[in-house]
């Protein structure tokens, strides 16, 4: 039998679609946070980041973009699929605007930081079914890339969002599952304000592109 090293007390596949490990992965969005006249917010000396979050309603939490990878889907195709479906509701916009964004993401999507890939604190694994994620991060320094993308929540789904905003990691953050540990992991490689309390250890960041 296939048994995961994180003990759920949870016999059976429960509620994912594999035996095992279910290959999932996650879309870190961030930029500078901002005041007004368009200066860089800092804590004790350090900038402040934001991210763009997406509300689950079916486990009122707020989480990173990201779902399951598809068979045969390379993990960057995954990693654009999610943040437009989720974050931009594109299959909800008409072909000419789903072309667009497409674009978009091929243009600003190119280079990333994978901050995170292992296990995930997620409340649909059991013992025997468990979902395993990696997650990039795509950073805009200068604020005016992402600040183009029509942000837009989708409904509907086992999981799908209904909300979804630039988010300041100026507090501590209680989100999905172990996402507050990914956005730890990015405030790190970004040498930026970290709010987040009992750090988890740090992975060694790898530069992706196209992955």
Request: hydrophobic share 35%.
């Amino acid at each position: 039998a296939v048994v995961s090293t994180q003990s759920t007390g949870v016999i059976g596949r429960g509620s994912l679609q594999r035996w095992g490990p279910n290959h999932a992965a996650d879309t870190v969005v961030t930029r500078w946070h901002r005041d007004n006249q368009g200066v860089i917010t800092k804590i004790d000396g350090l900038p402040v980041l934001e991210f763009v979050g997406i509300y689950r309603p079916v486990f009122n939490e707020w989480a990173i973009p990201g779902g399951r990878v598809m068979p045969n889907e390379r993990i960057f195709e995954t990693i654009k699929r999610e943040f437009s479906e989720e974050a931009l509701a594109n299959l909800s916009r008409p072909a000419p605007e789903q072309a667009r964004i497409s674009e978009m993401l091929a243009e600003h999507f190119k280079l990333g930081i994978t901050v995170y890939k292992g296990y995930v604190d997620d409340p649909r694994n059991t013992d025997n079914a468990w979902i395993e994620t990696i997650a990039v991060n795509y950073h805009d320094s200068t604020g005016k890339s992402f600040s183009k993308f029509p942000l837009q929540s989708r409904a509907g789904g086992e999981s799908g969002s209904v909300g979804v905003q630039w988010i300041p990691i100026d507090h501590n953050l209680d989100l999905f599952a172990n996402h507050e540990w990914i956005i730890e992991k990015v405030c790190y490689h970004r040498d930026a304000y970290n709010p987040i309390k009992e750090p988890k250890r740090k992975e060694n960041e790898v530069w992706m592109t196209g992955v």
